[in-house]
């Protein structure tokens, strides 16, 4: 059919891990996705619908089979503006160091916990981009922004049990909306400028207060300049905000200030 196009694919990863807090455990996963990328004879709009299902098994534990599906949709508008959107489903199993993690340190035990459940998300996003010339000599500035939320259920964190020991489990459903802005610059001499910044709102949707150990402004910046023919020289620049809510029983230890 005209202007329909099929992707589909299968794919299998196994992950074995031999420590000494872990044992030797194997993580297993098989994964079958298909997207159809349609365009409905509007000018500019593509829409893309797919999905994927997950089978995970890590070593006896019960084994979980997840059915992810996600719509989507680009129009590259007259005025050069390309508009975006999509929804889906996100799947994220347990590591075998959040499930089997097993050791005692200074007085603190962590358990494992052979129970836990994998984390499942319903994500959107909303975004633009476009590409603006600078001169005459194909030099541009590429801009890009997004809007987004997740929404996750049977969040995994580590806490404390009745007994005082620390377990990785799924603890709460949390929410994190937030906002990107993002540049890049493209130079016919090979210089650059890359930065990119984005606040969020991490938010324990069950307690109704910050989601603890996250920050809520991250941003980045890169600048590429070349040297000779064969060499460039590159710098980096993180900046991630101090988190807003720790455990103040894990802070009490020491550990985190």
Do not use: C
């Not at 194909?138 to 929404?151: E, K, T």
């Amino acid at each position: 059919m005209d202007g329909l196009f099929l992707t589909t694919g299968i794919n299998a990863i196994m992950n074995t891990v031999d420590a000494p807090i872990y044992g030797i455990k194997q993580q297993r996963f098989l994964s079958g996705y298909a997207q159809t990328e349609i365009k409905p004879g509007i000018e500019g709009l593509i829409m893309t619908i797919g999905g994927r299902i997950d089978h995970e098994q890590t070593d006896t534990s019960a084994s979980h089979l997840v059915v992810s599906p996600k719509v989507a949709a680009s129009w590259l508008s007259p005025f050069g503006v390309q508009f975006r959107a999509s929804l889906g489903r996100g799947f994220r199993a347990a590591t075998v160091a959040e499930r089997f993690a097993a050791l005692r340190f200074q007085g603190i035990t962590v358990k494992s916990n052979l129970e836990i459940k994998p984390e499942y998300s319903m994500s959107y996003e909303i975004g633009a981009s476009t590409i603006v010339p600078l001169n005459e000599d194909a030099d541009i500035l590429m801009m890009d922004i997004a809007v987004f939320n997740n929404s996750m259920n049977d969040l995994v964190e580590p806490a404390f049990t009745s007994t005082g020991n620390i377990m990785f489990q799924n603890v709460t459903s949390a929410s994190i909306q937030g906002i990107e802005f993002g540049m890049r610059t493209q130079f016919s001499g090979g210089f650059g400028i890359e930065s990119s910044i984005t606040y969020m709102d991490p938010k324990d949707v069950t307690l109704n207060q910050t989601l603890p150990y996250r920050s809520s402004i991250l941003w980045y910046s890169r600048v590429s300049i070349p040297l000779m023919e064969s060499f460039m020289f590159q710098t980096d620049y993180r900046y991630l905000s101090r988190v807003e809510l720790i455990d103040a029983r894990i802070a009490a230890l020491g550990f985190i200030t």
